[in-house]
């Protein structure tokens, strides 16, 4: 059958996702997170010549995650814990440095972060440019001096809390979330004056109504979610003051429905048999208006999780041709391996496909919303539940897709692993992780650790899956030129074609990739492409954190699945910069 | 005049350098250390096509200054302290690691370096691989399993001894030498059965002759260095046992006249008037017999040296044509300015030409072999000398030259700074610190801190000089192809014409580059140039040692030249290699 004219293809709203400028100013490039680059000069035929143009080391040797940013012609990098942010000039040769900027930074906030000493990146937005630190700062810097123009202090170390996540800017609000979900931090989400850096509204994750900001305005569609302080009443009395839910991942906007899309991630501790009930509002979506906060509608994606599977996974706004008529969707890769088509107005499940190997869920009921799942694999006090898929850190974790309107396809970076698991009595201590499980992973089935599959919004199907040896633990990028990025953790930089998955280029950087890909138009009129390179994350911190492969439990357990990384790459920071050579 | 025909231009002895296999099994890639390699196939009509072939992190971030070591189409990378080694598999596409060996480090042997924790790699022979640890210890790793064969401990950090120059092998042995010239070292070099690790001799470098292994063969050229004990009459009483006059840097071998040229570096503590005297034999060369370790000749570069101008830079052997006659030379640029042409089987002084700006010495004098030092330099008790030219790191420090027969030239990577310079006392304390001087280093004339200059060895005259705003601390790599590269320590790899100096290409690399240049052929046949980057050294020291660029006398005054390199370039290790694209 011939393809479909682009006109009928999924494509996001055009509010959330303005004409292309070349640049980049935000890690999931705009506000419904597409990740897609309308440059085209780099395409399947040429993309053989792409070379390095330049590089450029952090410093650090932590996993580098975050996307680089670039405006007006400079390009703003985020490295791990100590946090600098350097600023590049684009318009000289070699891109050199414009100013760096040291936080001052608390050495201890390294022993609160639970997966690696990360930063996703920053936003760059009227001439600031917003990052969050390790140590539960957020801060605007001036971009033209380099200096900070205020500094709020959210998180307290002392509690478990810390920020790794970018920042997500909604008119003139940064919107910040805390990470520390195993550490039993009380989960939240906050919004600050992008000009002076105040609180303007934060909404926890779990607790009473008045401090979710849940009011007469919310409506979830699922009769589960609807009553009152549900967020105290779907827990044992207390645990949801400890009870986790933070937000360390992905948000959207919807600029015409001003509807702000932000999640909540897993319950603590890990063991469920301490946390009888549905844990709300945590592994779930809301729906808020973004200047008062206040929850429109929710959806769960997995109550009273028993598997570590954070919903703070992206979120991608989407336009779909459903029935003939247009459905304004969101798209969301759970942790728990199904892809969410959910109506972004009212919360509702249009779909759920699995995109992975999942036996912990039978399937999503649409009718409860609810997931039916395995009772085979509900973990339990003393026992080993073997051949959990996925596992803790799902059937993919952050790494965020990217979605092409050329094509239609989400592009989904994801793994393949299992685990087994036993529940252990958890204590809270502040400040110290609370757990309460004895985790070890493995390759799923087929023995491959990662995958990269396009996806076929409209049909519910992948079109194609490349296996990768390791966890695919990169975003992707998608482009104009029909073609995806991506990286591996062994530290290949690929370019495939987006309409067959065919390996179009690879070149090997430094370290294994973990970051989010980006393509910018330089000021010379070429297309660039950006990745840093730098091992780490949960799934790599065997490498930088130099844990020690005879531990399979290490890392919450991903050394059980990664103990040959120390001999497939090395640790170290470095950007890389991608281009064709000048015509 | 027409360009002298090539068997008219100075050449290494065939024997110290023998046609080119295309590996390179050794930092200096012959006994000559010519770093002279015949492939030709990138010129400098092709050298704009060259780019990135792949990249490798070393997962560390202090300074990268070792040579990468190509042998049986595998590389060898040895890292800063912790000292790890890798294999890379060069038949393989993006050269996986084939292993790794991590050596038990002592983690106290950072404290000490003098001149950050650097390492300047290892030697391949009869498939072992020989390096040496900062924590004092020389191993041998089969090169098949990358497990140790021996390690055998050599230096004492409770002592202040330490290693960080690449070892040298000569037959059977495997020549190594101690670092710790400003902890107060008795420096010493020693040759170990290569099989075995078995010391088989050593050479103090201060004290009675029979530690220094002087004896009846000994015949230096100069008369002052003729006489019984000298490394202890030279000196106060006891004082050479702490009187430093280390080695760690580079030798070279002569297999006709089956002669090891070693060095010796500053005695210490650097307050000259501490140690009244010659201070034999430190900052000075020693002829060996490499098999008894037994001295042949002497001579002493800088006697009673009140500047820290140590005598370990490279040696390079040439047979020159002076007079109608070929003389068999030796080509030396000393720390203190003078580019020394010796007699390499006398020791004599065949000249000494100044290949920076002097202003410390005002000639050599070659009738008694002395150099005429300037009284207004010396340096002095509660008094602050001003503007000595060079500084402490001499006006060329390790980084080594390499010399290209097919132009007869001397290819020089140096510096081009003054200091200010006070004694203050040092008390010796075993393990600390033993110096003496308060530092601060700056600019020298003309406000540019580095040169790479061109130097004709028969005429004694620069042909052409490459000014660089930082200090040049790189090796230099000639090829056959008429191009010379070096690194620059804001992370720029060129390569410029052999000839002329004219810039052929250049790359931004992720750190500043302060390694050592080789090519190699590759299993597919091409020419290929590698280098690592990773700012660091003692120029570099205020990058990844974070030291605070407001205290010029930090890194022993090398902060003072350098306050602004922060904001140049960022500390991290990577490998680059470059290749033409395929044909
Ligand atoms: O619950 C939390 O607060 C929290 C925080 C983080 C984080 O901040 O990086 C991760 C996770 N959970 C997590 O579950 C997870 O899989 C994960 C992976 C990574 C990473 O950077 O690779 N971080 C985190
Ligand atoms: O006297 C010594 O033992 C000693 C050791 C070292 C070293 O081992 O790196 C250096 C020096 N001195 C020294 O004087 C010097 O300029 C120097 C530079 C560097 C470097 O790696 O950049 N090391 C050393």
Wanted: glycine share 12%; with cysteine; hydrophobic share 35%.
């Amino acid at each position: 059958s011939p393809a479909p004219a682009a006109a009928d293809l999924p494509k996001p709203p055009a509010s959330a996702a303005p004409p292309d400028d070349g640049q980049w100013t935000m890690p999931a490039k705009n506000d419904a997170a597409t990740r897609y680059s309308a440059l085209n000069q780099i395409n399947g035929d040429n993309a053989k010549n792409l070379r390095v143009e330049f590089t450029f080391s952090t410093g650090t040797t932590h996993g580098e995650e975050a996307a680089p940013i670039v405006a007006d012609n400079t390009m703003y990098i985020v490295t791990p814990w100590p946090n600098w942010v350097y600023a590049l000039d684009l318009t000289k040769p070699g891109a050199p440095m414009k100013w760096k900027y040291e936080p001052p930074p608390i050495a201890a906030s390294q022993g609160v972060a639970c997966c690696d000493t990360v930063n996703r990146g920053g936003v760059f937005w009227q001439n600031k440019f917003y990052f969050n630190t390790l140590d539960g700062r957020t801060i605007a810097l001036d971009v033209n001096t380099g200096k900070p123009v205020w500094i709020t202090q959210l998180g307290d170390i002392s509690k478990g809390e810390s920020i790794t996540m970018a920042p997500f800017l909604v008119k003139d609000k940064v919107l910040v979330g805390v990470s520390g979900g195993e550490f039993g931090v009380r989960g939240w989400t906050t919004a600050l004056d992008a000009n002076t850096g105040k609180i303007v509204w934060k909404a926890f994750h779990t607790g009473p109504d008045k401090d979710v900001l849940i009011g007469p305005d919310f409506h979830p569609f699922y009769t589960q979610d609807r009553g009152k302080d549900l967020g105290v009443s779907t827990w044992p009395p207390e645990a949801w003051k400890i009870g986790g839910g933070s937000n360390w991942g992905w948000m959207a906007y919807d600029p015409d429905l001003n509807l702000l899309y932000e999640e909540a991630a897993n319950p603590g501790p890990w063991n469920a048999e301490q946390r009888p009930g549905d844990n709300l509002w945590t592994d779930g979506i809301f729906a808020r208006d973004p200047d008062t906060g206040a929850a429109k509608w929710y959806y769960q994606y997995n109550p009273h999780d028993e598997h570590d599977y954070d919903g703070i996974n992206e979120i991608i706004l989407l336009d779909v041709p459903i029935d003939g008529k247009i459905r304004k969707v969101l798209m969301h890769p759970d942790r728990n391996g199904y892809l969410y088509m959910l109506d972004r107005t009212t919360g509702e499940i249009v779909s759920a496909h699995p995109y992975g190997y999942v036996n912990s869920i039978k399937t999503i009921d649409k009718k409860t919303g609810r997931p039916v799942v395995n009772p085979d694999k509900n973990t339990k006090l003393g026992t080993i539940v073997h051949d959990i898929c996925p596992t803790a850190s799902g059937a993919k974790d952050w790494e965020p897709s990217s979605f092409s309107p050329r094509t239609g396809y989400l592009y989904i970076p994801h793994e393949n692993l299992c685990m087994d698991w036993e529940n252990v009595q958890a204590n809270y201590i502040a400040g110290t992780p609370y757990v309460g499980a004895n985790v070890v992973m493995k390759p799923g089935p087929g023995g491959f650790r990662g995958e990269v599959s396009a996806w076929n919004v409209e049909t519910g199907k992948p079109v194609w899956q490349i296996r990768e040896d390791l966890p695919a633990w990169s975003g992707t990028l998608a482009t104009a030129g029909d073609l995806v990025f991506y990286g591996t953790m062994d530290g290949w930089f690929k370019a495939v074609d987006a309409k067959t998955g065919a390996l179009k280029w690879q070149f090997k950087t430094g370290s294994g990739i973990i970051g989010q890909p980006i393509a910018y138009r330089g000021p010379d009129g070429r297309e660039y492409i950006a990745i840093l390179s730098g091992v780490g994350g949960w799934s790599g911190a065997i490498v930088p954190g130099a844990l020690d492969p005879r531990d399979p439990t290490g890392a919450l357990g991903f050394v059980g699945a990664m103990a040959d990384l120390k001999l497939k790459t090395a640790a170290g920071g470095t950007l890389y910069v991608f281009a064709l050579p000048p015509s």
